[in-house]
């Protein structure tokens, strides 16, 4: 079984907003104080390029997209539900994600975002799509313990 993705359409955002997964929750309370619907809108509103994946069902399990910072600096990001981490749907998003993030980085020489240090899965697929990460440090809408990680041509 696997997962695949595709350009994302505007009532994907519906799809997935009340099934976030609860990390996902938490962090872009803590980030930006917005909630999951709030969060989809405008990350899907201000991507140069978003995606919707989808599982070997055709639901929708996760959007994902980079948002241009600069000319040559971009912000990653991800919202997912609980299914996108079970075993079944594991090794295809792994292996699709870094040839996603490998076309990213031919296009931007920075890519960087935060990630609240509590969000232990997020972290272990960042490592695995190769960024690095600053110390925790305090940050946010609701300040609490946030990495910074990044990329650098």
Known sequence: M?????????????????NIREH???EIYCSHGVT????????????VECYTIEDHNGSVV???????HTGIE??????????LPKKENQRSFITQGKDWITGIKSRYEKLSNRVHADNRT???W?????????????????????IRFYWNR
């Open 74 to 83: 971009a912000i990653p990001w991800l919202l997912a539900t609980d299914a």
């Open 2 to 18: 696997s997962v695949t993705y595709r350009t994302s359409i505007e009532a994907d955002i519906a799809i997935l907003a009340p």
């Open 24 to 26: 996902d929750r938490h």
């Open 126 to 146: 960042l490592k695995s799509l190769g960024f690095s990460f600053d110390q925790e440090a305090i940050w946010g809408y609701r300040p609490s313990r946030f």
């Open 122 to 124: 997020s972290i272990r």
């Open 36 to 47: 999951p619907l709030e969060a989809l809108t405008i990350s899907f509103s201000n991507s």
């Open 62 to 68: 996760g959007m994902f997209g980079v948002t241009k």
